[in-house]
């Protein structure tokens, strides 16, 4: 099965810096890369993703990044602010028989500093 | 627009009780749907899904069990719950491979 590979584990900045989180996936059929977050206690929440035939997306701040001959994929955030703490989970999927099956990275707590 | 609705947000049960958490999904129709369990706040673990009524596919032994009475529902289920059992868990639906949503959790802790 797909395995997903996510770094770091933790990440702190200052507010206005950029953030990039990592991740890479074995399962060369995958082709969708969605990223959620998840507040304190709350419900991972979809903020961006990224389908395999393309290799770059951008929403306001956030980007993503797919590498297919690498099988890794990235999530950037740039000038960050205190809201912008919270965990981030990847998650690899192909389709076919998956019927949307996620796996999900182990997440990073991202910590921006006012 | 589409809605999930998951409950009890919090539950608290003694090891050995059985459990019952309930999951419905509104505004659309022949949903995919899952059950995740998400231990210490980190790594979402992919328990259960289902394609169709009565269709319940597992990913992983363990002392639950799904089930899919109805088209936009879906119960996760234990006869005795474990220690291990605490968590948070999580449903969610899809359509197809895309518009993976979550619910609200329930964070369970087994005493």
Known sequence: ?114 | SQTIHQWPATLVQPVGSPLSLECTVEGTSNPNLYWYRQAAGRGLQLLFYSVGIGQISSEVPQNLSASRPQDRQFILSSKKLLLSDSGFYLCAWSVGLYGYTFGSGTRLTVV
């Open chain 1, 1 to 114: 099965g797909e395995n997903v590979e996510q770094h770091p584990s933790t990440l702190s900045v200052q507010e206005g810096d950029s953030a990039v989180i990592k991740c890479t996936y074995s399962d060369s059929a995958s082709n969708y890369f969605p990223w959620y977050k998840q507040e304190l206690g709350k419900r991972p929440q979809l903020i961006i993703d990224i389908r395999s035939n393309v290799g770059e997306k951008k929403d306001q701040r956030i980007a993503v990044t797919l590498n297919k001959t690498a099988k890794h994929f990235s999530l950037h955030i740039t000038e960050t602010q205190p809201e912008d703490s919270a965990v981030y989970f990847c998650a690899a999927s192909r389709g076919g028989t998956s019927y949307g099956k996620l796996t999900f990275g182990q997440g990073t707590i991202l910590t921006v500093h006012p």
